[in-house]
């Protein structure tokens, strides 16, 4: 059977469920989903997505960040956050702030399916705001090094949600207005570049959109950014080498209107099938 895995950053989950996301749910009928920016408890959470097996790395901030995977299949083990490595390669732990959760899913045929939401810290190149890029670039390192564990994994792993980085021209409308603005400084778009070319991760958007521009995945909530398709795409499902030749389509979930969005975000959604 084919498995749909949907990504999607929900920018508050309690406001996207008023706003219609069950909805889309229902009519979707994903069998993964992975969320960000959830700014909800975690028993909020679970109880918005009963019936769902569901891991959730709650922000240490109320109100904002946090990240989760929701299973129709069952889970195994739940991982959360990302370890920093120290300059001779030690392991050390400290504060995460609902950024990162892995889950693997157990598929029907006796497999896993290592799944992980994602959200990048989105930066700011504003005056007196520069230490927003420092933590970003720092966490950027720490994805790169868990990217090149589950890389080198036999098992199929797809990382997936909002990392806050247009990694070409064409994943952004107005992008030459952008070249100074975080989510589109060459140091960010070079992350990517390594996890694609080096790290051998697919980025299943592009690769089955073909060259673009688009299709956008976040737009504005002010001014006509929307009806003007002025977006940016940076919500992502990358897939490791023992799962990319499994997909076999993507599509973002584009609302036919304004008035119709339950979030500044669209969800992309992936289908998987040996």
């Not at 705001?129 to 792993?157: D, N, Q």
């Not at 592009?206 to 002025?230: C, E, F, I, L, V």
Request: charged share 25%; hydrophobic share 40%.
């Amino acid at each position: 059977m084919p498995l749909i895995v949907a990504t999607a950053n929900v920018n508050g989950i309690r406001a996207a469920v008023r706003r219609g996301m069950d909805s889309w749910i229902a009519t979707r009928t994903p069998d993964v989903l992975l969320l960000q920016e959830v700014r909800a408890p975690d028993k909020v959470a679970r109880e918005l997505l009963d019936g769902w097996h569901v891991a959730h790395a709650e922000s240490e901030v109320k109100g904002r960040a946090g990240v989760l995977v929701a299973s129709r299949l069952p889970l195994g083990e739940v991982r959360t956050g990302l370890a920093a490595y120290g300059p001779d390669g030690a392991v050390e732990s400290g504060p995460d702030t609902g950024r990162w959760v892995e889950a693997d899913i157990q598929l029907p045929d006796g497999g896993t399916l290592t799944a992980v939401s994602a959200y990048l810290h989105s930066g700011s190149t504003k005056p007196g705001e520069e230490h927003t890029m420092v933590a970003k670039y720092a966490y950027l390192k720490k994805v790169s090094a868990r990217l090149a564990e589950l890389s080198a994994a036999e098992a199929p792993a797809v990382v997936a949600g909002d990392l806050n980085i247009a990694h070409q021209n064409v994943d952004m409308k107005n992008w030459k207005g952008n070249l100074k603005s975080a989510g589109f400084l060459p140091e960010e778009r070079a992350y990517v570049t390594h996890w694609l070319d080096e790290l051998g991760w697919t980025d299943l958007g592009r690769a089955h959109a073909g060259d673009g521009p688009g299709p956008y995945t976040w737009w504005s909530w002010r001014g006509k950014a929307y009806d003007n398709d002025a977006g940016w795409r940076i919500d992502y499902q990358l897939a490791n080498r023992a799962l990319a030749g499994a997909c076999r389509k993507v599509e973002v979930d584009r609302a036919p209107t304004y008035a119709e969005r339950w979030s500044d975000h669209a969800p992309v959604v992936a289908t998987y099938e040996p």
